[in-house]
């Protein structure tokens, strides 16, 4: 029995998705678990395979944004009827039941193949445009039919050609077969500047310039509208603090036989458990409420070839580090596969993003809304340092925190900051 394919429901926020790339053709055999097509929602792109077999009789909708369970195409029997379906579904097209019914447009006399190839153009006023030099496919015509001129082609020379040259110029115009109408100078064409046009041409037939335009994909669409629209709302400022990442090594190198851990891991849960204690930088502002939260949702960015997603450790305040590790590693896998989750990559309430294996050693990274706040890590860099009285060399790295200003003020954003100093050089305060 004919039936439709519908867009599917990926993940419990998706409304609508973006179908693209059909695998399959109108008339084709179709196995249930055969790959039809690819969806791409607003961070994810993941293949749809067929939940019944048949014969795919429609396609409906071959690219575009469709909603969820709306249909997108007809699949049953071959000699099944499937007028009513398509009827529904707003895409039937008439069929002429004679095909000596069908009318192909008359073509007018001007628009004929040989009409459309042809220049009309008398052979005296081509003549001329030999001598002058003019290129008639350049020409306007005003004569009947378009026709050109011979004073169409003489009021070209007149205003196109530029007459103005030096003998010198004219000499090395032969010798470097330049076409001096081709420079653009409003002044006397002089040698140099013969010289100077033909080294241009020649640098360009070996410099090879080209263009390419590549229409957005989904994720590159949702990324632009996201980051300007959360510039557009957070009125920002940015907090840069260094701090010493000793104790924190030490930890990684104590740890490395029962967990091998990323200094992302540990910033995780440090994190996390400073924002309980700064509750602001971990709220959302719904209206003219702002939401805070006894559990922290932390997002950690990852860099994709063809964009930035944000998987998220769910109450990663209650988990250890060794759980924390997992997890990270694990979606960091997901996301280069295209295997994440809609749920895995919503409800956030905070963002890290670390670029400190780029040697960059500050930036202002944009907040992740509706997140009020995202902390960037930067790489870590030996200093000399004043210890006690002593110098000393010390692996600094810097933290750069963008904070909304409509919820978290400058005191408040220092604070966390400068606990956030305090766990990193004690992480022992951990275990407290």
Known sequence: MAEYIVMPKMGLTMTEGFLTNWKKSEG?????GDTLFDVETDKLTNSYEAKSSGILRKIIVREGTVKVLEPVAVIGDADEDISALLAQSGSSVPVPENKADVKTPS????????AAGRIKISPRAKK???DLGVDISSVSGTGPGGAITEDDIKAFAEK???KKISPAAAIAAEQLNVDTNQIQKETRIMKDDVIKFKLDEELMKYASPMETRKTMTTMRKVIAKRMHESVQTSPTVNYNLKVDTTAMKQLKDDLKDAVKLSYTDILVKIVSM????HPLLNSS???NEIITRNYVNMGVAVALPEGLLVPVVKYANVKGLKDISKEIKDMGQKAKNNELTADELT?????ITNIGMFGIESFTPIINQPEVAILGVNTIEEEARVVEGEIKIKPMMNLSLTADHRVVDGAVAASFMAKLKQYIEKPGMLLL
């Open 160 to 162: 196109n050609v530029n």
């Open 28 to 32: 084709d055999m179709i196995n249930s």
């Open 274 to 277: 400073v924002l309980l204690e």
């Open 107 to 114: 073509m007018a006399p001007s628009e004929t193949p040989a």
């Open 347 to 351: 409800g956030g309430t905070f963002t």
């Open 285 to 287: 502002v719904d209206g």
């Open 128 to 130: 001329i445009a030999q």
